[in-house]
């Protein structure tokens, strides 16, 4: 099935998008580590998707191909969460599904509750419960200077090292050191990074009106967000939420495991 690419404005800012197919219309949001993006996170799975539903997944505003904000906070959950309502606005009107990747995760559920239209949400390592930083992760939000510093990262999220390739860190590195990317994620993750965790954190009360059904992936063996701090907690607060731990899997399940993801998303999407 045949991707298109496509741009739309937020609040001035221009978003890349990536849109195709028909059927259950689903929203794909990607996570927030150096490089992040839709085909960064979802290259492997984003045809197949579209070959049963009607996908469109966004680069967040500062990440892949989308503009970035000229003034900071350049970290905006509050922008991310208007662009994902906008986003979904041209997803039509009727009932949709949203997928969400680590801090993204934060964003579909979020979502979910401020939308009614949104009856199913899928979530990958996802971030959205308060717990402490570990270095892991303080590791995957620092700018990595080098192709080893990359490797290190990488080596953190993927738990099968064959996966990370000299062809992967190179791309990836080309991305990373173009235009004012570096300056501009320096800045968005400057400071004390606890307090981005905390930023994405849901209060359980929010967590326990979602009207909608959850599926949440987690790699049993993800480092930088353990599916203890957070996937397995904010199910027991979510009342339609089940909880699927990926073994032999890191932070990226989308890329590690595609076929699982695939599965897991028609058994949540339906066919």
Sequence with gaps: ???????????????????????????????????????????????????NYHVLAVDLIG?????????????????????????????????????????????????????????????????????????????????????????????SIVHDASLITDAFLDARMKVLHSNNYADYFRRMFSGDKQRFIEAAAIPEADLAALDCDVLMLHGRNDLPVPAEATSLPMSRAIPRADVMVIARCSHSIALEHPDKFLAAARLLFGH
């Design 1 to 51: 099935m045949a991707i298109r690419e496509i741009d739309f404005e937020v609040d001035g800012v221009r978003v890349h998008a990536y849109e195709g197919g028909s059927g259950f219309p689903i929203l794909m949001i990607h996570g927030s580590g150096p490089g992040a993006s839709t085909m960064g996170n979802y290259r492997l799975v984003l045809e197949p998707l579209a070959s």
């Design 63 to 155: 990440f892949g191909l989308s503009g970035q904000k000229q003034a900071e906070p350049f970290f905006d959950m509050d922008l991310w969460r208007r662009q994902t309502r906008v986003a979904l606005g041209r997803l039509g009107s009727g009932p949709c599904g949203v997928i969400g990747h680590s801090l993204s995760g934060a964003l579909a559920l979020q979502l979910a509750g401020a939308e009614p239209r949104v009856r199913k949400v899928m979530t990958t390592g996802a971030i959205g419960r308060s717990f402490k930083l570990n270095r892991y992760l303080e590791a995957g939000w620092t700018f990595p200077e080098t192709k080893d510093d990359l490797r290190r990262v990488a080596s």
